[in-house]
């Protein structure tokens, strides 16, 4: 007979790539963060991301020896908001705090923030007053885009905040019940609405390694919190089309009026920058058009958002089913609970464990 599944007070969920130089460091912090908070009534979900060095070794050495660690071995990298829903998904905290395995959020700051949620809050999320150990270049992009995001959303969304939150049990399954694709977390939780209050806090340098966001992934993460939150790109399109309509009808009208004249239109300098002019609007409009259908044929495939390889908790690895990510947040953590529970539920991977 399975016995009552174990809800811990609070999870602390890590998306992990490429991390093996400062992850240990991290556990001892996160660890001692929680025990002062709740004992041992907690738990710490690390997922691998497809990292290409040791990290998923030290989670698997940390699975070992802390029974607190629940390690998740995703099949490839799938990219930071998909790692951190599949860490979500597992968590099976009361409350569960989301935060990066760099150290640049301080885990320390777990006890003041289940304090602010302790006074009616479901979501306390990190507002950066300072981020040390990031370029200028980084600080003032960033800035300009939550400013654009703000003015092109219909979504309230923080400035100068991250994933770096503690979230109730009940705003976690609303969010991991969300299906789609091109995730923007921070967009997707002020989307929920709720109580949600701010913590200023100084975001430290990295404790190790370097950043795993270039600037390629940046703009791609931008595109797709513009796209998800905003359809103000489209209504752009819309009026560029119609500016161009418009100031095409004034040339013709122009050259008209100059043949009624008796003039003949010369230049063909000029004619080549109007073409030019309407072939660049053009391109905008179809390049504004084709962001939003490549992201609605993503959607349309409806493909598992995350493909888990294996999961250790417990000591114990666990495989968990292909379309865990389709579940409902109720039948995944019932299935979870039944596959840690149950033996015959568990299908052992001795050998990922030290992949």
């Known amino acids: 007979m399975l016995t009552e599944p174990r809800q811990p007070r609070v999870s602390i969920v890590a998306p992990c790539y490429n991390e093996v130089d400062g992850l240990l460091a991290f556990h001892g912090r996160v660890a001692a963060a929680a025990r002062s908070v709740c004992a041992d009534d907690y738990e710490i979900v690390l997922v691998d991301d497809g990292s290409r060095d040791g990290t998923w070794s030290v989670i698997a050495e940390l699975g070992a020896r802390d029974p607190q660690v629940v390690g998740v071995?995703?099949?490839?990298?799938?990219?930071?908001?998909?790692?951190?829903?599949?860490?979500?998904?597992?968590?099976?905290?009361?409350?569960?705090?989301?935060?990066?395995?760099?150290?640049?959020?301080?885990?320390?700051?777990?006890?003041?923030?289940?304090?602010?949620?302790?006074?009616?809050?479901?979501?306390?999320?990190?507002?950066?007053?300072?981020?040390?150990?990031?370029?200028?270049?980084?600080?003032?992009?960033?800035?300009?885009?939550y400013r654009l995001l703000g003015r092109l959303s219909g979504t309230p969304i923080p400035r100068d905040t991250g994933d770096f939150r503690l979230m109730s049990r009940r705003v976690v399954d609303i969010l991991t019940a969300m299906p789609e694709r091109q995730r923007f977390i921070r967009g997707m939780v002020s989307w929920i609405g709720g109580n949600q209050v701010p913590f200023p806090y100084e975001r430290q340098a990295r404790h190790a390694g370097t950043t795993h966001y270039p600037l390629r992934k940046m703009i791609a993460f931008a595109l797709d919190a513009i796209t998800s939150f905003s359809t103000t790109p489209l209504r752009l399109a819309s009026w560029l089309g119609v500016a161009a309509a418009g100031l095409g009808v004034l040339l013709l009208a122009y050259t008209v009026w100059r043949w009624a004249s008796g003039d003949t239109v010369a230049g063909w300098s000029s004619i080549m920058a109007v073409v030019a002019l309407f072939g660049a609007v053009q391109l905008i409009v179809l390049g504004i058009l084709g962001e939003y259908v490549g992201r609605l044929y993503q959607e349309v495939k409806a493909r598992p958002l995350y493909l888990i390889d294996t999961v250790l908790a417990g000591r114990s690895a666990h495989i968990v089913p292909a379309g865990f990510s389709r579940l409902s947040p109720e039948t995944r953590r019932d299935l979870w609970d039944r596959i840690q529970e149950s033996p015959d539920l568990v299908t052992p991977s001795a050998g990922a464990i030290v992949q």
Do not use: S
């Open 73 to 145: 071995k995703l099949a490839r990298n799938h990219g930071h908001q998909l790692a951190a829903t599949a860490g979500l998904a597992l968590a099976r905290g009361q409350r569960v705090m989301l935060i990066d395995a760099d150290l640049q959020d301080p885990p320390e700051l777990l006890a003041p923030m289940m304090r602010v949620m302790d006074e009616g809050a479901e979501v306390v999320y990190g507002l950066r007053t300072r981020r040390d150990g990031e370029t200028f270049v980084k600080k003032a992009t960033a800035a300009a885009f």
